[in-house]
């Protein structure tokens, strides 16, 4: 278990299910809630309901799945749903999902009564390491990613591995992509041990997610309302937010995953650091060849470059209409709240879409 003075407790398996039946027994809860996507209402909810032990009245309610639900109507839904099945101020909302799950539930249970018990039972890697930790909670505008939203702790975090076993492997790298960001902004060795993982395997997995919580907690620990340190957290996500959200508005191209976006980003971000911070081009080219290597490279035209570098105004880290990167000085020594020009980022992408041998050579 990790806890500090500013997180959630973060238990695994069934330790993380005793101490939840523990809380259980020690609130007065009137009733329990789980909200669930079509996903895991088919692939998690009957092993939860297994072994959940509770005698209190249990109601699901189900979003569908996609990052196109996580928006200010489906709360306003919910709310109805809950306010409709007698949901009142010492309810439990139990949020069983991903990153869309734990970020839009935790919003509904911040708001509802002002503020009712929520507990996260991530399920997807992604929301293992990351969407479920730290307390932030929202929706989307449109497609503008985490536009609206609170910082509100869960009461808990249980993480359950068996629900590993339903993802599909896009997934799964989906996830990988966080992790590997925890290493670049705060432990090389844990990145050169992520970096070599041709294909995850679970038995060596629970070790390594421990270590990427460890790592996300001790800086949110740290800045638990983003002022400073925390931003770090957002490497490679002010170009892999964009670029998910220009690949989410658009028709014309295949959806991305938050971690393929996130990928590309800190390829991008990578080459703006060399040009900006004296980053090591070695470093460089290895974090590019890592990341291609597993997540393979995403098409850019000149205009989807203009178009992703228009939505960066949007970025929530942007203050007094400058946008903020986060870059590297090394591995492990992140810098923060960095302007960057527009013709550099152009760069940067001709960089991305560069062979790499030809990339290398520069």
Excluded at 116 to 138: E, Q, R, W, Y
Excluded at 160 to 176: H, I, K, N, P, V
Excluded at 228 to 247: D, M, P, Q, V, W
Excluded at 335 to 356: K, M, W
Aim: glycine fraction near 8%; aromatic fraction near 8%.
């Amino acid at each position: 278990m990790t806890k500090t003075s500013t997180a959630s407790p973060v238990l695994f398996n069934q330790k993380g299910y005793d101490h939840f039946h523990e809380f259980l027994g020690q609130e007065n809860f009137t009733k329990i809630f789980i909200l669930v996507d079509s996903n895991t209402h088919v692939h998690c909810l009957s092993s939860f309901l297994q072994k959940l032990e509770t005698q209190l009245e249990v109601e699901v309610l189900e979003i569908e799945v996609g990052e196109e639900i996580k928006t200010i109507e489906t709360c306003s839904s919910l709310w109805e749903a809950l306010s409709d099945l007698g949901g009142d101020r010492k309810s439990l909302l139990v949020n069983l999902g991903g990153g869309v799950v734990t970020d839009l539930g935790g919003f509904v249970a911040a708001a509802f009564k002002r503020g009712i018990a929520c507990v996260h039972f991530p399920t997807t890697l992604l929301s293992m390491v990351d969407a479920a930790l730290g307390g932030k909670n929202g929706v989307n505008l449109g497609a503008l990613k985490n536009q609206v939203g609170i910082i509100r702790k869960p009461e808990m975090v249980v993480i359950d591995m068996t629900f590993l076993e339903t993802l599909a492997s896009s997934e799964m790298r989906s996830g990988l992509a966080e992790m590997l960001k925890h290493g670049l902004i705060a432990d090389e060795d844990y990145w050169n041990r992520l970096k070599s993982l041709k294909d995850l395997d679970l038995t060596d997995l629970e070790d390594l997610i421990k270590e990427s919580i460890v790592i996300k907690e001790q800086v949110v620990a740290q800045d638990p309302l983003e002022k400073g340190l925390r931003k770090s957290l957002n490497f490679g996500h002010t170009l892999g937010h964009a670029i998910e959200s220009y690949f989410l508005e658009n028709p014309a191209k295949q959806k991305l995953l938050h971690g393929e976006a996130v990928a590309a980003g800190m390829v991008l971000a990578a080459y703006l650091s060399t040009e900006l911070e004296g980053f090591p081009k070695e470093k460089r080219d290895e974090i590019n060849h890592v990341i291609h290597s597993i997540y393979g490279k995403t098409d850019f035209t000149e205009e989807d470059q203009k178009k992703i570098i228009n939505l960066l105004k949007f970025d929530k880290k942007n203050e007094g209409g400058k946008i903020n990167f986060v870059l590297l000085r090394q591995i492990g020594a992140p810098v923060i709240d960095r302007e960057v020009p527009n013709t550099l980022i152009h760069e940067a992408f001709r960089y991305y879409l560069t062979p790499q041998e030809d990339a290398q050579s520069e």
